[in-house]
């Protein structure tokens, strides 16, 4: 049990009010503060379109309000933290996830209106494995359905296997996780948990299994492996309230990312 004499609540509380969205400011307050879901919920709506999808910034490096499979992937995961696999909310979402995958099992990307808005340069590029994400947690939801998983098996069984497995490549671990089918999967998933320790030793600075990118691979560690992880994180935190975090030309992560670690602290029991 980490000791929580060390994290400053009220400290951390200030940063994430001083710098955060609204949707952070909910989050804490639902799961420090005795804060209703629903509010949550409703501020998480406001990102969400007509079609189902998600935009409008909830990617924050993405402020096109068009629909994208990142929307849908940083949406699946506050509705996983706040276990509202059967809410309205992820219906459409579902939804629209389904009817956006393409014949040959991803998701269209760049959006159409993309570049009329503000975005990071790296969205210029493909983002066809993030429907690997998008498939593991419906899976883990036992939502979806079997032309979609067919879909995205046919686009899994034409990408390569990464030879070095890093940071970015979560989407294939959360896929082999989830929605392994035969020995090959099983033996490339014992792959990636046999190279986690050097791909934490790699990525300590970006705490990865307090993000929401490697929080689901917490179960395949030792439990000494994921408290030094949590001290490791708990240590980052600054004066300000918030943790160091490895890019700093973006700021905006920093009350993300701090909030990302205290809710998997607190979900994970290692807080008091």
Known sequence: MIDSVKIDIEKIKHFLFSKGRLIERKLFSYFFEGGLKEEVLK?????????GGFGNGIEPDLLCPDS????????????????????????ELIKWI????????YINHPPENMFKYPYQ??????????????????????????????????????????????????????YLKYCSQNNEDNV???????????????NRDHFPLFSRYWYYAIDHVSQDTM??????????????GGIKIAYQNLPWWRPIFSLDGLILLKKYNLLK
């Open 43 to 51: 501020v998480l709506v406001g990102y969400q379109n007509r079609d």
């Open 68 to 91: 994208t499979a990142i929307g849908a992937e940083t949406a699946l995961y506050i509705l996983d933290l706040l276990d509202s696999k059967d809410s309205i909310i992820s219906t």
């Open 98 to 105: 389904l009817e956006t995958q393409n014949k040959e099992g």
């Open 121 to 174: 340069p790296w969205w210029k590029n493909l983002d066809k494995d993030r429907i690997f994400v998008l498939a593991g947690i419906l899976k883990k939801w036992s939502a979806g359905n079997e032309q979609f998983f067919k879909n995205v098996r046919v686009h899994y069984q034409k990408t390569e296997f990464p030879k070095e497995f890093v940071f970015y490549n979560y989407p294939i671990f959360v």
């Open 188 to 202: 490339n998933l014992e792959k990636i948990i046999e190279c986690m320790p050097s791909l934490l030793g790699d």
């Open 227 to 240: 408290e030094n992880e949590a001290a490791y994180f708990i240590d980052s935190f600054e004066e300000d």
